[in-house]
């Protein structure tokens, strides 16, 4: 569990893109969410990537299968950030993800530092638990230099909101961790990996588009390794994700230092699963689940108590 400077906690939060816009889920889940097998309260929400204004990008609702595709234990996407723009959100799904008291977690995608003033300002008056800086898309071109990073991150926490920061696997993410500390409040590892890192000698179904980005069981170990070195170089407790299906990968990167967990890929592979999963952690971990105990945000134990700045 990670208590941000707000007082909210964050445990398990679905991925950006898993739960929609809005935490509804997609149209082919509702049945689900109706039945209350797919409960989306046991989540904080971090909706689906806005940007400024619409964009385009690659997905179609008719035609989902056009830039989304399973393959073996996961899924290759290139959505490309399609969304109709961070305005209509907060007139269409803000309220509405209040009325149905949803944790939101807010994820935005600033092309420089102008942009992300302009949403720390769109922000500002919402309830919300936290922003999402998504740093690391891989179907957008970005400029990943830690100074890039680090000027968004300071221009979206003016919003006086907590921030995550969500760096990729292809980015130099402890840099980006280390640049980001005393401005974020946690790191959230990993975002899809760009198809030719995962696969270098095959061809992606969606080469079309680019090649990609791999989610689901083949990015298990980067995002493993990516826990293990961010834990070794930044004091900031870390949110992990990337291929989260069991809870032997619940263990293994709490055991690596993660102290919350995001379910993307599960959701689209087996929708009834992410709940029973967060069922069976906090049958397990009930200490942790109650908040008692030590902080569990202060890693390692002897690691400086975390003041975010503002
Ligand atoms: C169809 C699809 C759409 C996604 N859209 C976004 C997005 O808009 N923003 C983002 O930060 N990550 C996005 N992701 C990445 C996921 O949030 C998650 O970080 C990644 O898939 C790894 O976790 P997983 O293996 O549990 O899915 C998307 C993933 C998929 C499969």
Redesign the pocket.
């Known amino acids: 569990m990670i208590t941000l400077s707000n007082g909210e906690r964050l445990e398990f939060l679905t991925?950006?893109?898993?739960l929609g816009f809005d935490g509804r889920g997609w149209w082919w889940e509702y049945p689900l969410r109706w039945l209350g097998i797919l409960n989306p309260h046991d989540f904080a929400i971090?909706v689906?990537?806005l940007t400024l204004k619409p964009r385009r990008g690659n997905l179609r609702w008719y035609a989902p299968w056009r830039c989304?595709r399973l393959i073996p234990g996961?899924?290759v996407?290139a959505?490309g950030?399609t969304?109709p723009g961070v305005d209509w959100w907060i007139r269409t799904c803000y309220p509405r993800m209040k009325r149905m008291r949803l944790q939101i977690v807010v994820?935005v995608?600033a092309e420089n530092a102008a942009e992300a003033q302009a949403f720390a300002e769109k922000l500002k008056p919402l309830e919300i638990a936290a922003i999402?800086l998504?740093a690391?898309?891989p179907n957008v071109p970005h400029e990943s230099a830690v100074a890039h990073v680090r000027a968004l991150a300071e221009a979206l926490a003016e919003s006086g909101h907590p921030l995550i920061v969500?760096v990729g696997y292809d980015q130099p993410y402890t840099e980006i961790a280390r640049a980001v500390e005393g401005v974020a409040e946690a790191i959230h590892a990993?975002?899809?990996v760009p198809w030719r890192m995962v696969f270098p000698d095959k061809p992606s179904p969606l080469a079309n588009l680019g090649g990609g980005?791999v989610?689901?069981e083949p990015?298990r170990p980067m995002v493993r390794e990516a826990i293990r070195r961010l834990r070794e170089t930044t004091h900031l407790p870390l949110i992990a994700?990337?291929?989260?299906y069991t809870l032997q990968d619940l263990e293994e990167l709490w055991a690596l230092g993660a102290r919350a967990f995001?379910?993307?890929?599960?959701f689209?592979r087996a929708p009834w699963m992410p709940n029973r999963l967060v069922r069976q952690w906090r049958e397990r971990h009930p200490t942790e689940y109650n908040g008692s105990g030590p902080h569990p945000a202060q890693y390692p134990p002897d690691a400086p108590a975390h003041t975010p700045h503002r």
Do not use: D, H, P, Y
């Open positions: 991925g950006s893109g898993a971090v689906k990537t989304v996961g899924t996407n959505v950030l969304n994820s995608f999402e998504n690391s898309c969500k990993i975002n899809a980005g989610s689901g990015i994700g990337g291929g989260i995001s379910i993307g890929t599960l689209l």
